[in-house]
């Protein structure tokens, strides 16, 4: 067993900076999901730690020892790509066994064995060309994993493959992985991959890591406003307010409304904040009360579990809801009233965007 870690690493192309001071550790038998936008710099990230670039500053350990300078084959990697990679000239079997540095009884026994964990075994004596996507998937998973590397690198691997195959391998992935020692490192760029297969998310952003942090810490507490919109679909609603605090509370007026935003632990933040509230945490109702913001609903879009209401406030803005399917929701252009408990308000710093403060669902938690 051997634990990855990455100190400091950086690395430039010219003046783009795909990687500036990263420092992260993975532990053996841990998943990290290092997730982020198209162009932050993950699988940079990944070439660096299989040996295919060299980190500019910072150092990579595996079990305690720098790779930095080693050849690919001697840092005890394994790595699957998001466009399968395989040999075209070889069959499944001649793909999976190619990494290996064994007798043939040897490489047959646990080709075999690895064949039948990922249910390819069928299909072992074809060409990659007459493999389904999943099947080449499960192959290059296969060919990753049968050498029991140290480090298993997954450069996001699901992202080729259909949508009920890919649905299917969130819930078989973690559970398959698990049965080993590795440390993974699994890239993605979709955050709902992300949260159903990692103990940990990485959140990476122009070549930066933002927050570390469990798939549950990061949905609900998000370190910035720019986490926050990239978790959760419909992504969060975000207001301009002015938060005040007065006999214990804090509060601000949203489009015309004054809202509770929880206890005021000292001072009001100062400034102008952002607001974040989730679709799924806003109540809406034909009935006024106090703590209400009248809208109107300008669209509803049915999406099965969820019914997503697209609003326009009192002031203009326009805010989305996600509502159970049964529950009322009324029809385009009825006036409404939205509402939503402090506990689900979360506050980011306007300039920074940075959040404020501890959410009062994460103390309670």
């Known amino acids: 067993m051997a634990r990855l870690e990455i100190n400091a690493v950086s690395k430039a192309f010219g003046a783009a900076r795909p990687a500036d ?21 993950k699988t940079v990230l990944l070439r660096m730690i299989a040996g295919m670039f060299e980190p500019d500053d910072g150092d990579i350990l595996i079990g305690r020892r720098s790779v930095v300078g080693a050849p690919p084959e001697r840092r005890g990697i394994g790595m699957a790509f998001q466009n399968f990679a395989l040999f075209p000239h070889m069959t499944a079997r001649d793909n999976i066994a190619s990494g290996l540095r064994a007798s043939g009884n040897e490489v047959a026994s646990r080709v075999a064995a690895i064949s039948k964990l990922l249910k390819i075994e069928h299909v072992l004596g074809h060409a990659p060309r007459e493999l389904s996507n999943g099947q080449k998937q499960r192959t290059a ?26 649905y299917e391998m969130r819930l078989e992935l973690p559970n398959l992985l698990r049965r080993g020692t590795a ?24 070549g930066r890591l933002a927050q570390v942090a469990t798939p549950a810490d990061i949905y609900a507490q998000p370190a910035s406003v720019a986490i926050a919109r990239l978790f959760g679909d419909p992504t969060i609603n975000l207001a301009e307010v002015s938060p005040v605090a007065e006999h214990g509370v804090l509060s601000a007026d949203v489009a015309g409304a004054r809202m509770r935003l ?9 400034g102008a904040c952002w607001l974040g509230v989730r679709p799924e945490d806003l109540a809406v109702s034909s009935a006024s009360s106090d703590g209400a913001i009248a809208a109107r609903i300008l669209a509803i879009t049915p999406m099965h579990e969820k019914a997503v209401l697209l609003l ?31 506990d689900a308000a979360m506050l980011f710093d306007r300039a920074t965007g940075l959040r404020i403060g501890a959410s009062p669902r994460l103390k309670a938690a």
């Open 312 to 342: 326009r406030l009192a002031d203009g803005t326009e805010w989305l809801a996600a509502l159970p399917p049964d529950a009322p929701q009324g029809a385009a252009d009825d006036s409404v009233f939205v509402r939503f408990t402090p």
């Open 141 to 166: 998973l296969a060919r990753a994993l049968i050498g029991n590397p140290d480090v298993l690198l997954l450069d996001d691997p699901l992202r080729n493959v259909d949508a009920k195959l890919r």
């Open 183 to 206: 440390a993974v490192l699994y890239v993605t760029q979709d955050y709902r991959e992300a949260m159903a297969i990692a103990d940990r998310i990485a959140v990476l952003i122009d």
């Open 262 to 270: 929880g206890a005021a632990d000292g001072a009001a933040p100062a």
């Open 21 to 41: 001071g990263l420092s992260l550790a993975v532990e053996p038998g841990e998943i990290v999901a290092v997730f982020g936008p198209s162009g932050s710099g």
